[in-house]
């Protein structure tokens, strides 16, 4: 394999840290622009003056580095949709966009997984109020109310206002309005199916026609009668599309450590290359340009597959990735996967700069460069002599080392580890090139019309046995360890400890041994640190809880939750899961809600919907207010002088504004958790 290329992967690292650093930081464009082309100029000059590139002159690469960190900052800024004059929200006060509404012409630019209540959809805006303006937005459709599904590329026209999507009110829940702003979705719409005005009009683009391309094989596939979950299941191998996977089936992948698998990647396009050039073997026999027309074959049906899976992160890498190893394989006799990589993930990262930020961007290529960089260390320990060890012994050691490379990000993203992935991958994997295979041959015959039912049977019958697998090893409960506390400080210092244990697998020196030590010796200096800072954490929290009031106190790694209700186990699992997850908790009593409480030398008063309170023996610091009571809030500041007011969502919004209004006259603070989300008391 041809040696890694460092002088550019530490170019690439310089744009991926600017981009981190023109994320977190403002700076203004135009500024960051003229200090680029200084930096620029001053390169030039140093190049000049330069004999051998990061050898001989020092000042050359130093400024090489700032040159790409300036650029990586500066690609954030230029795809920043603030900073184009035709984005909607540089045209449209933010205030008048929310409550008056406009007339908007739009066309849907992607489909998204629904939730338990919406279809939801990218649309990209065209016209709003007769003027031309660009930008996207989150559409959500009531679910009981759309009988078809949208077609991408369609244009809509729709009277409505533009409404700003809600960032989470409680701590450690995830963060939607975060995780769409990274694909510069700031806004949403919510209309009802019969507000929808369809035009003749339609959005020609590539995703429109993959869009079409992927409807006229699922219709082709229909003519063999394949099973919902069998199509849905076909759609996310094949298509890239898991919008139609339910929640059960996919907790199930995630649980058995299998859902890559769903997700197309470079083990789908890898099995697409290597039989492109089986295919197109009788072109070695010609000897003129028959490696550019190779090359450009496959690259050609690389991409045509990635755009019809629907240009996912992973795929994107994948693709790229892959091309540049096409090249390499035609023109050279050796080439590298790093250089592909990190040439793909560049190339990217330009096109996209907030990939950085995604998850599955993340995962994909951490666990590719493991495979690639850890996966040899661990095949020289174990020389397997006959073709079916082998083949068993590399998909557990590839499959460790892709686990072993993505598992401290896992841990800090998901709070899990399935203990059996092994299991599933071992009994999975070496069946999967034949199912893909098949799967490919069932979606050429379907396209064909041709009566080939016994195939799509045989196809349907390996998909449900495939599941079945899954199933029974996400059900292993006792082998899935799971609401792992993970923190950021564990999530460096873990793959500090993973590096420095794959150098010593290298090759091994006193020094790498010690070293090693070391960075164990840190890990578990961070870990005493973490579960200092877990017993000594302290605080009151009043929970934003739709028509209940939830109290909790956490007070050495327990939580006391004081509730009006019974907690169900969506309350559990959406609302304070992360919480207690994250703060370690250890054990949790839920008991019933009352009406008075003492923190921190702080009283509390509780009251309800009765609306009755006694002039307690204490002056009560803060009054919480439960389920809209009937009282008389200015009689209540004035018998009662509390020094703060909390309302929370159990209460209704009319009773909210109007308590509002009146502690503001009173210059009391006021804390509604509908706005300001949970209120948090520490000390």
Known sequence: MKPINTPFVILTFSTLIGIIIGYYIFLELTFLLLISSISLGCLCISWLMARKLFRKSFLFSILTIVTFLLFGITLIKVHNPKNHLGHYINNYPLQDLHKNPKRIQFHIKERLKPTHYYEKYIISLEVLDDKNTKGSLLLQIPKEELIDVLTVGDVYIVYSSIE????????????????????????????????????????????????????????????????????????????????????????????????????????????????????????????????????????????????????????????????????????????????????????????????????????????????????????????????????????????????????????????????????????????????????????????????????????????????????????????????????????????????????????????????????????????????????????????????????????????????????SKSTRKHLIKNYYINNNVKKIEVKTLKNAYSYKEKNIIVIDSSGIYDIPKFSPEIILLSRSPKIHLNRMIETLKPKLIIADASNYKSYLNQWEVTCIKQNIPFHRTDKKGAFILKN
């Open 164 to 567: 700003p999507i809600p960032k989470p009110l409680n701590p450690y829940q995830f963060d939607y309005a975060q995780h769409l702003s990274l694909r510069n979705i700031l806004h949403k719409l919510t209309v009802s199916t019969d507000e929808l005005i369809k035009t003749n009009m339609h959005h020609w683009s590539i995703y429109s026609i993959a869009d079409q391309i992927r409807t006229d094989i699922n219709q082709k596939l229909r003519i063999y009668k394949f099973e919902a979950q069998q199509l849905s299941i076909i759609n996310a191998l094949f298509l890239g599309q898991r919008q139609d996977i339910n929640e059960e089936v996919l907790s199930y992948y995630r649980d058995a450590g299998v859902l890559h698998i769903l997700a197309v990647s470079g083990l789908h396009v890898g099995i697409i290359m290597v039989l492109l050039n089986f295919i197109l073997k009788p072109l070695n026999y010609y000897k003129k340009n028959r490696k550019i027309v190779k090359a450009i074959i496959i690259i050609l049906f690389l991409w045509c597959f990635a755009i019809v899976a629907g240009l996912s992160p992973s795929i994107l890498r994948a693709a790229t990735m892959f091309s540049f190893v096409t090249i390499g394989m035609q023109f050279r006799s050796k080439t590298s996967i790093y250089n592909a990589l990190f040439v793909s993930m560049f190339i990217l990262l330009c096109f996209n700069p907030l990939l950085v930020f995604s998850i599955g961007f993340q995962l994909s290529y951490l666990a590719v460069f493991s495979i690639v960089w850890i996966q040899p260390c661990l095949a020289k320990f174990y020389k397997p002599k006959f073709i079916a060890d082998k083949k068993l012994w590399e998909i557990l050691t590839v499959t460790f080392s892709a686990q072993l490379g993505v598992l401290p990000l896992t841990l800090f993203y998901f709070h899990q580890f399935p203990l059996l992935f092994f299991v599933a991958n071992l009994i999975i994997l070496p069946f999967l090139e034949f199912i893909l295979g098949l799967g490919i041959a069932v979606i050429i015959f379907a396209q064909l019309e041709a009566p080939f039912d016994w195939l799509a049977t045989i196809f349907g019958g390996l998909i449900d046995r495939m599941n079945q697998i899954v199933y029974w090893t996400a059900k292993q409960e006792s082998f899935l360890i799971s609401e792992i506390p993970f923190s950021g400080r564990m999530l460096l210092t873990s793959y500090i400890l993973i590096i420095f244990f794959v150098f010593l697998l290298k090759k091994y020196t006193l020094k790498r041994l010690f070293i090693f030590g070391t960075s164990i010796s840190i890990l578990f200096c961070v870990l005493i640190y973490e579960k200092h800072l877990e017993s000594s954490n302290q605080e009151l929290i009043v929970f934003h809880n739709q028509r209940n009031t939830m109290l909790g106190i956490l007070q050495d790694q327990q939580l006391r939750i004081y509730s009006t209700n019974s907690i």
